[in-house]
């Protein structure tokens, strides 16, 4: 099993990133996805998840400004970040979860496997 996320970088207040997972080695379609990010001396923090089915939840900092999908016939999670902060700057992970209930959706210990984080950092 194998979660790879890319697109992290360095980007002005105000920008634009989409971060990618690109999963393998397990049945990509029968799993939740989620996004997860831990800022320097902070706690890991729930960011967004998208569950089979199309559920999607979002933190509530990011609403209205993150987007989480998958692709189109690709075993990728995607996460649009659009209007990002100088808070939103963090180490990005994606999780990949298998029977992920709603409730428990924003909960980290409902995914099984996670990945490499990508390095986010919004700063002028």
């Known amino acids: 099993v194998q979660l790879q996320a890319s697109g992290g970088g360095l980007v002005r207040p105000g920008g634009s990133l989409r971060l990618s997972c690109a999963a393998s080695?397990?049945?990509?379609?029968?799993?939740?996805m989620s996004w997860v990010r831990q800022a320097p001396g902070k706690e890991r923090e729930f960011v967004a998840a998208?569950?089979?089915?199309?559920?999607?939840s979002y933190e509530d900092s990011v609403k209205g400004r993150f987007t989480i999908s998958r692709g189109a016939g690709k075993n990728t999670v995607f996460l649009q970040m659009n209007n990002l902060s100088p808070v939103d700057t963090a180490v990005y992970y994606c999780?990949?979860?298998?029977?992920?209930?709603?409730?428990?959706?924003?909960?980290?210990?409902?995914?099984?496997?996670w990945g490499q984080g990508t390095q986010v950092t919004v700063s002028s």
């Open positions: 080695g397990f049945t990509f379609n029968n799993y939740a």
């Open positions: 999780a990949a979860g298998q029977g992920v209930i709603v409730s428990n959706i924003r909960n980290s210990r409902a995914y099984n496997y």
């Open positions: 998208l569950r089979t089915g199309g559920f999607t």
